[in-house]
Every structure is written in C-alpha cells, then in structure tokens.
C-alpha cells in the first residue's frame, strides 16, 4: 500500500504530457530503424542544433573531473557557475545595462523544480497561483502534484488571437478575494508556451504594477527568452531597472537549458529572485534540487564561450526555427489550416476545429485519439492546455525539420 496522496496523484491517474512523451519515448520514430514507431510532435525538445551542440560537448576538455566534485558541493549553484550565470544573464538578458549579482541567483534541477520550489516557498496548500490560459499544462502538475498549491487559469479569448490582458486578472484576483480565497502570485510565460507570442514591456510593466497593487509575486518564465527568431522586441524582467519596479521581492525569474538549447537532459534550472527570504527558503531545501557538479562545470564552459554563443549557435538556431516555421506554414497552407504565427518557441498554435464532427472536447480527443493511436503522431489537444474552443492543437514545429524521426 502506498500513501493516499501517492495513489491519487500517479497510480489512479497519469499526467496527460507524461502519460504521452513515456509512450513516444519508449517507441520513437525513425526513418531508417522504426517505421511504425511514434512521431512525437508534442513535447518541446528543440533538436535543430544537436549537430552543434554534440560538436561543442564533444571538444578536449568540456568535461573533466576535481576530487572536490564528487563530494557535497554546489549544492545550489557551484561559486563559478553562479558567477558564470550573472555574467551570461546581465548580457544576454539585460544588455549589459544592470549587471546581475551571483548572490541573487540559485540553481536547481529543471525549472519544473524551480516552480515547484517557489510554489512549496510562496504558497501553503490551496493558495492560488494564476496563469493565462491556454497554457503548458506541466505549470499546474509542478505547483500542484506535491505542494498542493491551487493553479486557476484565467481564460483568454481565440477571437482576439488570446491577447493577454492584465484586467482579466485583477478581476479574477478580487473574485477570489470575495471566495475568502488566497490568492499569493501570477505566473507569467514570456515568450508564450505554447502560442509563440512575445509580450511587450509595457505589458510586463502592467503585470508588475497589478502585483504591486495586491501584493503578490510575478513569477515569470522566460525559458524560451533566447529563442525569439523574428524581429520582435523581446524585454526580459531581468532588464528592467530595479528602481523601476515598486517591490523587487515580489519579483521571481525562472530560465533554464532545456529549451533555448536542447539540454533538458542537463535538467538545469536557474532562479533570480532580490528577496533574500526567499533565497534562504532556495537554499534550504538545495538538497532535495541539486544537480551534479559536473553539470554545473561543463555549463559553466558552455555559457562562458560568448563567441560560440554570439557568432554560431544563437544565429544558427534561429535560421533553423525560421526554416522550421516556413516548412510548417507550407503544410499548413496546403492543408488550408489556420495558425496563430510564433515569434519565438517551438511550438505552432494551429485550428483544427474544420475537422471536428461536433465542437466539443469529446471530439477533439477522438481526433486526437486517431492521430496518435493510428497514425502515431503526438500533438498536444488545446484543450488540455485550457483552451475552451476544441478543435485546437498544439505541434511543435522543430520536429518536423528531423527526417529521421518525421515524415510519416
């Protein structure tokens, strides 16, 4: 017999994102080896640049080992990763105009830990976190599954393109308030998983002065920051002058290298956060979000060489998601399928509600249901990242540049 909370949360029922990546990864796709194995276009591993970056892992001397390494070290960021990452941040992320301070940086082990660590130091159980909707569906399953903090979508709207509007929040918020609910936080995902959209500073800006007004935290996610790959102006929390924001603790920024650089394996996840509570609260529980040393040490090798990062991986990856995105609007085109067009990620946000019997969710997970249990393809259904139309999926874009995992 497990515990009651174990039993409800994986043994009566599976994650939905979990339940569908574990059967594409135990039968991938390939066209030379596995024919008939799963076309996984719905989780998003950004596989464009494995040449790369399998060529920069594999040069003399990324990987090497101290004695000191392999005892209790870095437990929440080794000294020079954590330099490293200030350094690499205040460039890449503030254009060198305020440069970052390593004390307030923390490493974990992923960014899902990282939102689960903040939800664990923020909320007590039935808090609420609100986050626009539709939405990555993991945002509920990492703040909820262990911490038990409340995850309330607030819902936007297809026929404007779902244009994030700050007013729907504080009207959620003071709806709460009257429930005598607890609402403790707004989580903010910027560039958008899954539709691609890069939201401007002034609309940041809105965010952090509603959470100023009813003193709650901006978590803002910014994994897929560096991979913008139009010309859209992309304003990172981290650029925005401390002076200019009315409470800096209430502001928390999550990034890692799973995404802006296909390493989900490192499972690297990074914090920066002025609240010095909330730091000792991260450094506390380091021992349950550590990552190896070693991890930290070829990181802090990768990040620190600007002119591979500058002058071959950044331009080529987004060359490769630009070629990417033109090779999905085509087979959209001829399929006479609509689409919202991202600025940066790699998903596509694509209407399939012409190919619904009826508009409702059942529908939808039947079409679903055909794709990925006769044609082995995996796209993620809009309604399970909260969108209320059906008809909606979500595919990501990258895979269909690998040809030896797509093209069935």
Known sequence: MLSRRATNTYLKSEEFLMKSFMKCYADPYCQQTNQDGMVNLGTAINQLCEDIISEKLNETGIFEHQPSWQHYFGLNGTPDFLQTLADFL???FTND???LSKENIRVVNGVSSSLEALAWSLCDPGDIILTALPTYSRFFADMQERVEAKVIGVHLSDEDDFELRPELFEQEILLRKEKGEVVRGILLCNPHNPLGKVY????VMEFIDLCTKYDLHLLVDEVYALS????????????IPREEIPNPNLIHFLWGLSKDFGLAG???????TYNKDLLKSLDGMSIFTSLPAHIQ??????LGDQRWIDDVYIPTNHARLR???QLVKTMLGDLNLRFIRPSAGLFCWIDFSAYLK?????EEIAMFERLFEKGKVYIVPGTEFGCIKPGALATEETETCQPNRAGK
């Open 90 to 92: 205040t460039r890449k």
């Open 323 to 325: 070629e990417s995105l």
């Open 228 to 239: 913008v790959f139009d010309s859209t102006p992309f304003t990172s929390i981290l650029s």
């Open 97 to 99: 105009e305020d440069p």
């Open 200 to 203: 401007s500073r002034d609309l």
């Open 266 to 272: 490192f499972r690297t996840g990074v914090i920066h």
């Open 358 to 362: 009826k508009s409702t969710k059942e």
């Open 297 to 302: 040490q070829v990181s802090v090798k990768l």
